[in-house]
């Protein structure tokens, strides 16, 4: 098993090799669009498996399910795999973390990707790195995109009840049928049938029940929404009423009409008093609950990036953005004037989510850092990089009430530069080759020091230094450049190893480039 880890402590490629090479159990896997624990994706797989070997301290097996994961392949770039087998076994363990906060267990002879000086990938195990060393991490990636919401089969399907179209409407012309006589009909025709739902246990209940219109799409006011509950909602523990909080009237309006124009709700039922916003509803919850996973009660350990978001379109996925930083974030500026976006939680497990969210889905790097305070320990996302910022200016602020005036600076010395790609003996390979030299055919104070080593050599300079260079000739070492400057990882320095007890660990044989993206 070999392994890439993500520069947003979002994911780590691990390839099978002849050796059983594991993750922890909690490690996250991006699997059929969505994020899963390494033990829960292995208990899945194992419901409909063959054993191919069986025992307490070791178990393999061969799924007869395929589920897609993504995968790192020659080229670095990320594409498509389907897992063939999966290992459980006890074995030791280390703990690395890279420079953004990312934290990863792995067994001790897990191997991580790098690049050799001339950019090409090897693999070095856990055994064999040193604090200091930099690993490969996964940048963003493309993904099949759905649109559509699938909520009918997640609700009640014995007490929720639709109220259906009059084509639609069963022989004993009822227009209000129970949720599980629609389950089978393809969702075109759902979609035509169901004009609102509701819950209610008993007849005595259906009087006072107030259906809501079920969402459909997955659009922008969607994502808008979710992201400010999950920021500033709840639901009550009775289940009987959904509330929005915040001081700005701007916002609280602004989501009081989302739960107007998303669910169809009457303005009479919504209810604004004393920073609230309040809807009294048993189906809204439920929904909220069930379909997208707003906690009940108490958010704090229990708050997940809702899975739908890592297969969303873009505008509702920066929509949620801008509504979860709209309520849980600041536009730190500092003293330069420099804007600088953070998100704070407690919860550092869906900071870590929403990490991943910004990279593989809007390619905005961020780290995570401890965040103290005098009311207990937080965790602060902080968006990195010019190149970072100025992507979350352009794609989440827009839609955002907080950071629609944020701006960056025209000009800044404070982080120009993009991810660190450390080839700086590649440069020097390809002019030494060339026989160019400083100070006559290229400058040297703008080139030199990156050609060194002395300075961090970014994607930026290397691809501006590289073009440099190819004005004096043509090389087979620009097609390595090349493939770098487009490449889907870039480098973390690893701040920490630390020697684990022994544990349960997970390992997955994937087809067709043995390696998957996982972890946080």
């Known amino acids: 098993a070999k392994a890439v880890v993500n520069e947003t402590d979002a994911y780590f490629t691990h390839i099978s090799g002849p050796e059983i090479m594991c993750v922890g159990p909690n490690t996250p896997v991006h699997v059929d669009g969505r994020l899963m624990p390494a033990e829960e994706l292995y208990t899945l797989l194992k419901r409909d498996a063959e054993i191919v070997q069986g025992g307490s301290l070791r178990e393999t097996i061969k799924p007869r399910k395929q589920c897609a994961v993504k995968s790192l392949d020659p080229n670095l770039r990320i594409t498509d795999g389907v897992i063939t087998e999966a290992t459980r076994l006890t074995a030791e363990s280390f703990e690395v973390e890279l420079d953004n906060g990312t934290r990863l267990t792995v067994s001790a002879n897990q191997p991580f990707a790098t690049l050799d000086p001339l950019g090409h990938l090897t693999w070095t195990m856990v055994r064999d ?58 969702h075109d025709e759902l979609r035509q049938a169901i004009q609102g739902i509701e819950l209610w246990t008993n007849r005595g209940n259906e009087r006072r029940a107030k259906p809501i219109k079920p969402v459909w799409d997955l659009s922008p006011d969607l994502g808008r929404f979710l992201g400010g509950m999950y920021a500033e909602g709840s639901i009550a523990n009775r289940l009987d009423e959904v509330c929005y909080s915040n001081n700005d009237e701007e916002l609280k309006n602004e989501y009081a009409e989302l739960f107007s124009t998303l669910f169809g709700i009457g303005r009479e039922r919504i209810k604004i008093r004393r920073g609230k916003v309040y809807v009294h509803s048993y ?47 600041t536009p730190h500026v500092d003293h330069d004037g420099y804007p600088s976006p953070r998100l704070f ?44 910022r100025n992507k979350f200016f352009q794609s989440v602020s827009p839609s955002s009430h907080r950071f629609k005036t ?115």
């Open 406 to 520: 944020a701006e960056l600076p025209e000009r800044s010395g404070k982080g120009v530069g993009e991810d660190v790609i450390p080839v700086a003996p590649l440069l020097k390979n390809i002019k030494e080759k060339l026989g160019v030299t400083y100070g006559k055919e290229i400058p040297e104070n703008s080139v030199e020091p990156y050609i060194s080593g002395r300075f961090p050599l970014t994607r930026r300079k290397l691809r501006q230094i590289a073009g440099l260079l190819k004005a004096y000739g043509d090389l087979p070492e620009f097609e390595q450049v090349e493939r770098l400057l487009h490449s889907e990882i870039s480098l973390s320095k690893i701040r920490r190893i630390t020697r684990m007890a022994k544990q349960v660990l997970y390992d997955f044989g994937v087809s067709p480039h043995s390696n998957f993206l996982a972890g946080f």
């Open 283 to 329: 189906i809204l919850s439920h929904v909220l609950n069930r379909v997208f996973g707003l906690p009940i009660g108490l958010k704090t350990g229990q708050l997940h990036v809702p899975p739908i978001l890592f297969s969303a379109p873009i505008d509702c996925v920066t929509a949620f953005l801008s509504g979860l930083f709209d309520g849980d974030g």
């Open 129 to 186: 790195l040193h604090e200091g060393d930099h690993v490969a991490v996964a940048g963003g990636f493309e993904t099949p995109i759905t649109s559509n919401v699938e909520w009918i089969d997640k609700l009640d399907e014995e007490h929720v009840y639709a109220t259906v179209s009059e084509a639609a409407t069963p022989k004993d012309g009822r227009l209000k049928v129970k949720l599980k006589t629609l389950v089978e009909l393809p």
């Open 345 to 388: 939680s407690k919860d550092e497990t869906f900071l870590r989510e929403v990490q991943t969210l910004l990279i593989s889905r809007v390619s905005i790097p961020n780290r995570i850092s401890p965040w103290p305070t005098a009311y207990g320990q937080m965790h602060a996302l902080n968006i990195v990089t010019r190149h970072g």
